[in-house]
């Protein structure tokens, strides 16, 4: 004991000889950076003065401020960013889920505004934009150049007015234009439907509204079906979802996990880091899952992809997602505006970070382009098509029951709505068809 005790003490005096051998040259150095932060801060008063009382025109000082303010911010990556009061409460609006606008999700790249996704049901979706267009000009008026707060406040406007925006698309030889009638954006986050004997729980967003909507609406598909026995799968379809809160991603990925890692997210320092695990509990109770990602699926999105995906929980089919995997805290500023702040980054349970990477499906399936029907072909598929059954003095099959007859036209009812839905939504066609073939091979024994 003795021993020890002499050998911390002697560390203990090692240690306070080393600090003041090197606490000279340190010191010095941060009296340095200090001194170079105070005169860059001189610089900039003096720049603002000047603006201020010899530009060729007159300026508002709070305008001056505000944008030195956001060059700050988004100099640092494209998430950052100011928002003034006006900015804070429509962002608060859109977390509620309503809002002012077209309807589209949208980032920056090399100085242009890029789409990261439509929302389901909004004006921009039925105009046909796509996720990976390019915005150039807003009514005419170029965006290159513009802070994305700045580009966004462009394409804002009163419900119902006309916005001509230009876009250049890849594939496409030449921007075109589109005009679209801005409206109040209603966020539907979840959308429950049941295909076949498929619940299918389409993510449109992560709000606040998200976690407790799927939950409802998976809970009523079940009690529709009669239970969850006559439930084969479950496809949960977040294609074009933009993402959203965090916490609402980590609920979703937590609704189908027993356990393990969910998430981790780790800052600048490591004491910021933080890792959220699953709690037991499955709203599936074990039956199969397939999520639908493609290029518009971000951020929130992806961690409950990944997650999913890292614990073999789901079969992830589409294609690769949008990749955003940093985390933006939203700190709130005098005069109710608030900054938006790019404070870690988040990584799947596995260790690995998506960031513009994106979560790269199990299964890659595209959606194939709309081919336009011929007149020939049009004509083709309205003729009806004759078989056996169909003609005079027909034998009748006698092997079978009513009730057996019954079960086979129904089976061949919902192969044929399967066949439209091919047609209709060839990604999730697919997925049910997944879930399909896993339900006929019997759960693992």
Known sequence: MKKFVMAAVAGTVAGVVATTQIAGPLLAQEAEKTTNVYEQLDLFGDIFERIRAQYVEDVDPGDLIEAAINGMLTSLDPHSSYLSPKDAEKMR???????????????????FVKVVSPIDGTPAAEAGIEAGDFITHVDGESLLGLGLDDAVEMMRGPVGSEI?????????????????????????AVRARTVGNTAVLRLTTFNEQTYPKMKEGLEQQIEDAGGMENINGIVIDMRNNPGGLLNQAIAVSDAF??????????????????????????????????????????SASEIVAGALQDHRRAIVIGTKSFGK?????????????????????????????????????DIVVAQPPAAPETE??????????????????????????????????DDREKARKAAELREEDYQLAYAIDILKGLSALGPNE
């Open 325 to 361: 995997g940093s985390v933006q805290t939203v700190m709130p500023l005098r005069g109710d505006g608030a900054m938006r702040l790019t404070t870690a980054r988040y990584y799947t349970p596995s260790g690995r970070s998506i960031q513009a990477l994106g979560v790269s499906p």
């Open 93 to 111: 609006e859109q977390t509620r889920g309503e809002f002012g606008g077209l309807g589209i999700e949208v980032t920056q790249e090399e100085g």
């Open 257 to 298: 996990l027993e356990e393990g890692e969910i998430v981790s997210t780790r800052g600048r320092d490591i004491e910021d880091g933080d890792r959220v695990n699953a709690t037991p509990g499955d709203l599936a109770m074990g039956k199969p899952i397939v999520v639908l990602i493609n290029g518009g699926s971000a």
């Open 376 to 409: 020939e072909d049009e004509a083709l598929s309205a003729r009806p098509l004759r078989s056996e059954a169909d003609l005079r003095g027909r034998l009748n099959n006698d092997s079978l029951t009513d009730d057996q007859i019954k079960q086979i036209e």
């Open 164 to 188: 001509l925006i230009t876009v250049v698309r890849e594939g496409e030889p030449e921007p075109f234009d589109v005009s679209i009638v801005r409206d109040t954006i209603q966020l539907t």
